[in-house]
């Protein structure tokens, strides 16, 4: 069965700071994407990142990166220089082939917490 | 802003009812997703249509139906409602709806059913 685990229910990191969210998936489809989202408190799901299971190298899009453990199954969000504006839940998620087609499922989340 | 809209933002009515929510996706985008949010479920999946077909099904209840009409918007229509349909309620859209395809979404449609 297909599935997207974060253990971290909470995380605190000082402004300026890096942090790393956890997250690691399970599917037998050999072909899957792996993606990272954030809930700010507003509510919207903005796009993040995104990697590919095909991807040797792992993705980048400015502070954040995506540390790609395709052995471990592991996926983890390393935002750099962590701003006040990073306070949210963010959430990794993973598309692949399921029973009736691509479906994508979502982690439990991660709330991030910057401190001042 | 994303680019997918959706309507309304928010929606309160009571058990029994029945309400319909609209979203338009990206332009380009012919795939068309909906998701729910709640506290207990978390985000689920619930259904995803690709340039007017129904393209996969996720956790949708029989009392959910959903369409993608020829200008490619979409409505999910929920009956018979229940206080456990209270949610935030997501459309999403991709441009081809395969596996790599980053999904952009709306702003959501938060539900109370009283």
């Known amino acids: 069965a297909q599935k997207i685990t974060q253990t971290q229910p909470g995380m605190f990191v000082q402004e300026k700071e890096a942090v790393t969210l956890d997250c690691t998936y399970d599917t037998s489809d050999p072909s899957y994407g792996l993606f990272w989202y954030k809930q700010p408190s507003s509510g919207e799901m903005i796009f993040l990142i995104y990697q590919g299971s095909y991807d040797q190298q792992n993705a980048t899009e400015g502070r954040y990166s995506l540390n790609f453990q395709k052995a471990r199954k592991s996926a983890n969000l390393v935002i750099s220089a962590s701003q006040l504006g990073d306070s949210a839940m963010y959430f990794c998620a993973m598309r692949a082939e399921n029973t009736g087609g691509f479906k994508t499922i979502f982690g439990a989340g991660t709330r991030l917490f910057v401190k001042a | 802003d994303s680019g997918v809209t959706q309507t309304p933002k928010h929606l309160i009515t009571a058990t029994g009812q029945r309400v319909t929510l609209r979203c338009s996706p990206r332009?380009?985008?012919?795939?068309v997703y909906w998701y729910q949010q709640s506290l207990d479920q978390g985000l689920q999946f619930l259904i995803q249509?690709?340039?007017?077909?129904?393209?996969a099904k996720g956790n949708i209840l029989e009392r959910f139906s959903a369409q993608q009409f020829p200008d490619l918007h979409s409505e999910l229509n929920l009956s018979s409602l229940e206080l456990g349909d209270s949610a935030l309620y997501f459309c999403?859209?991709?441009?081809?709806?395969?596996?790599?395809?980053?999904?952009?979404f709306g702003p959501g449609t938060r539900l109370t059913v009283l």
């Open positions: 249509y690709y340039n007017g077909e129904e393209r």
């Open positions: 332009s380009g985008d012919l795939s």
């Open positions: 999403a859209s991709s441009d081809s709806g395969g596996d790599t395809d980053t999904q952009y």
